[in-house]
Nanobody, 123 residues
Framework: VQLVESGGGLVQVGGSLRLSCAAS????????MSWVRQRPGKGPEWVSS????????YYAIAVKGRFTISRDNAKNSLYLQMNSLKPEDTALYYC?????????????????RGQGTQVTVSS
């Protein structure tokens, strides 16, 4: 199983980035997928999720209206379009399959996750 993120980088405030997550080794097209981010010294923070068919999407309040999650099951790929980026969006972003969050939002479990791609927003 592999989840490989790409597309991160350094961008100025107000800029945009598109993250990609290439999946292999599992039934991607029948799996809920999510993006999670982790700021330095902080715990993981859920960003967005999408159902297997792509028809249902969910966003954290902090990114709603600025980020768009999507997937291409034919390409086994997950995407996150990030617009109007802010300094507080600076984090390591990773994709995860079948994410479960418990323990008052402090316990993150998933079937698989990638290593992540760094996003840095400069002011």
């Amino acid at each position: 199983v592999q989840l490989v993120e790409s597309g991160g980088g350094l961008v100025q405030v107000g800029g945009s980035l598109r993250l990609s997550c290439a999946a292999s080794g599992f039934a991607f097209s029948s799996t809920d997928m999510s993006w999670v981010r982790q700021r330095p010294g902080k715990g993981p923070e859920w960003v967005s999720s999408i159902n297997p068919g792509g028809g249902k999407t969910y966003y954290a309040i902090a990114v709603k209206g600025r980020f768009t999650i999507s997937r291409d099951n034919a390409k086994n790929s997950l995407y996150l379009q990030m617009n109007s980026l802010k300094p507080e969006d600076t984090a390591l972003y990773y994709c995860a399959s079948n994410l479960r969050i418990g323990g008052g939002d402090s316990e993150y479990e998933y079937d698989y996750r990638g290593q992540g791609t760094q996003v840095t927003v400069s002011s």
